[in-house]
């Protein structure tokens, strides 16, 4: 049988407290709505149906890309079970529907595909024991342990309150009995509301079977309804991350404090110390080194590499055995041949800079191809803008730059030549040539400092 799923994302959030519909906060550098996306795909269902309500415009366009998704305006807001009301006349009849609420982020594709196996004949949901079960539906057992009912915190006496097994929203079922289940919906309840969770009671009444699936890690399922429980799923979602690069073989100093807002892939033997941030697509080589408060983005580090701390790094490709930082900057564009020094307060972008070059300190290397086993002394800034246009500049190889230039682009620099402290290039400097171009030194004798006039 094809599998359905509708993605509940119309409410408010209110509790967020927010501009923002709830779907677009972000975790993990990733709005709630795309961690579910990301995993339901993995099903590979037949349609995917997100519905949509608050903040539709918003959602949409953050989701522009999403082709395979159709999306189901709820104008009004009504509840969960109105949401998915609203979704059904999509939903082909001969198929499996599984139902996930966008504000349940973490959730992992094996506890889907579990609830989805479960619901042949019946209703199958996922249920966890939370140590806080506050807020969450309860799930109402009967004295042989079958599933009669799912009652809201609102609707729940004190006795049901105790209850510790909840439910986490998710559920699955023939998709002609969704249509029976939830035609059959009423709003008789404390928030006056059509509520999902009441095809339970509906099912238990006609005689069709629930089953719950419970799942081990109650994180996996937590919801998102403020910004307290968006922050400690933050720290779980980043724990896992940690987690699961040390399973690569990555050394991370403290996995409380790394910051994982992307895709990651990371050599074996590499280091990561505390407060770094990875962002996009980061590929680590091995033995990489990434020292205290490091940010790197969309970035590809060489084996070997050593970041020092304080180093921020966005679209370069570093080669191996390079040494970056302390408090460098790498600007997108940047690529670091094998074994060069970018310093202290150097900042690159759309420079390539061959094998062995160095820029140790203070210099600003913008729109520049340097060659190979040149060195590029402190101060020294490449004036690729001249106001209206950017212009680029070429050094060869095994050229020196002295401290305090100022390379005003175009210019080239030919390989083997020399440029004075201090110099200020406009025109070509031809191989193996000094060039200096300061004005001459002046001393003059017996001068007097105002004071003895
Ligand atoms: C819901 C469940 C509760 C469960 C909890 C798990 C119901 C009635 N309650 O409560 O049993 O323990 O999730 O996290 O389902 N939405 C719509 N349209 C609406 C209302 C809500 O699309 O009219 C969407 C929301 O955007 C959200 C999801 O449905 O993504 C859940 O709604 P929310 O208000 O967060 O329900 P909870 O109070 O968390
Ligand atoms: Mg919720």
């Given amino acids: 049988m094809s599998l359905e799923i509708i993605v509940l994302a119309a409410g408010q959030g209110t509790r967020m407290r927010s501009a923002r519909p709830k779907v677009l906060q972000m975790l993990a550098g990733r709005p709630l709505l795309g961690h579910v996306l990301a995993t339901v795909r993995r099903l590979r269902p037949a349609r995917i149906h997100v519905v949509i309500g608050h903040g539709a415009d918003a959602v949409r366009a953050a989701f522009a890309d999403a082709a395979d998704v159709t999306w189901v305006h709820q104008a009004e807001q009504l509840g969960t079970g109105h949401a ?269 800079i061959g094998t062995g070059s160095k820029a140790n300190h203070l210099a600003y290397l913008g729109d520049v191809d340097i060659g190979e086993g040149s060195n590029i002394g402190a101060g020294t800034i490449v004036c690729n803008y001249d106001g209206v246009a950017k212009h680029r500049s070429e050094v060869g190889d095994g050229v020196f730059i002295g401290s305090n230039s100022t390379l005003v682009s175009p210019v080239v620099i030919a390989e083997g030549a020399f440029v004075a402290a201090g110099s200020t290039v406009t025109n070509k400097v031809d191989a193996r040539e000094l060039a200096i171009g300061r004005a001459r030194q002046r001393n003059i004798a017996g001068w007097k400092p105002p004071s003895q006039r």
Avoid at 169 to 175: D, E, R, S
Avoid at 268 to 273: F, G, K, P
Wanted: proline letters at 4%.
């Fill in 84 to 352: 998915v009301r609203e979704a059904l006349p999509g939903v082909a009849q001969d198929s499996t529907l599984l139902v996930v609420y966008g504000d349940v982020p973490l959730v992992t594709e094996a506890t889907l595909r579990g609830c989805i196996d479960a619901a042949h004949a019946g209703v199958a949901l996922v249920t966890m024991r939370p140590p806080d079960p506050a807020g969450l539906g309860r799930i109402v057992r009967d004295r042989r342990g079958a599933v009669v009912a799912i009652v809201e915190e609102k609707d729940a006496d004190s006795s049901r309150r105790e209850i510790n097994e909840t439910n986490s929203g998710i559920l699955a079922m023939p998709a002609t009995l969704a249509r029976e289940l939830v035609a059959a919906l009423d709003a008789d309840n404390a928030q006056r509301e059509f509520l999902l969770t009441d095809v339970v009671r509906h099912a238990v009444a006609g005689g069709v079977a629930v089953l719950a699936h419970e799942t081990a890690d109650a994180g996996e399922v937590a919801g998102v309804n403020d910004r307290m429980q968006l922050a400690l799923l933050e720290r779980d979602f980043q724990r896992r991350a940690a987690h699961a690069l040390m399973q690569q073989g990555v050394t991370v100093y403290d996995p409380a404090r790394i910051d994982i807002r992307g895709d990651v892939r990371a050599g074996v033997d590499s280091l990561i110390d505390v407060n770094v941030v990875l962002e996009g697509t980061v590929d680590l080589g091995e033995r990489v080194a990434i020292g205290a408060g490091s940010v790197i983005r969309n970035s590809r580090i060489g084996n070997g590499v050593r970041i020092e701390p304080h180093s921020v790094i966005d679209g370069a490709e570093i080669g191996e055995d390079c040494i970056v930082g302390p408090f460098a900057r790498l600007r997108p564009g940047t690529v670091l041949g094998p074994r060069v020094h970018i310093g202290n307060f150097v900042e690159t972008k759309a420079a390539q």
